[in-house]
């Protein structure tokens, strides 16, 4: 059974950082495209980020685009989101997903077939 638990979220003065982690347990880490979504209170849930089993190709909302910074170490069975110059407007839970079966990240959601329980950002200025 596929397991993502992510950590690393909390209260943070704007224009401060995070590094969120999320750590997989139950299937072959370095096959799995991985991406960061957050959802905030009543919208949608939207992406984040994204990066390939590998790690050579990623992607960005453009709203994160120079902020944010998704890597991976394969190693640990652990995909981070190192978040910079946070917003107000980056507050929201933020989940990690596992998609097994694209090479690259999707921006959907749907071809995540596993989720982490979420960590909650909150951001205030």
């Known amino acids: 059974q596929v397991q993502l638990v992510e950590s690393g979220g909390g209260l943070v003065q704007a224009g401060g950082s995070l590094r969120l982690s999320c750590t997989v347990s139950?299937?072959?880490?370095?096959?799995?495209?991985m991406g960061w979504f957050r959802q905030a209170p009543r919208k949608e849930r939207e992406f984040v980020a994204g990066?390939?089993?590998?790690?050579?190709?990623?992607s960005y909302a453009d709203s994160v685009k120079g902020r944010f910074t998704i890597s991976r170490d394969n190693a640990k069975n652990t995909v981070y989101l190192q978040m910079n110059s946070l917003e107000p407007e980056d507050t929201a839970v933020y989940y990690c997903?596992?998609?097994?079966?694209?090479?690259?990240?999707?921006?959907?959601?749907?071809?995540?077939?596993?989720w982490g329980q979420g960590t909650q950002v909150t951001v205030f200025s």
């Open positions: 139950g299937r072959t880490f370095s096959g799995y495209t």
């Open positions: 997903g596992g998609d097994w079966h694209s090479l690259s990240p999707s921006t959907s959601s749907g071809p995540y077939d596993s």
């Open positions: 990066i390939s089993g590998s790690g050579r190709i990623t």
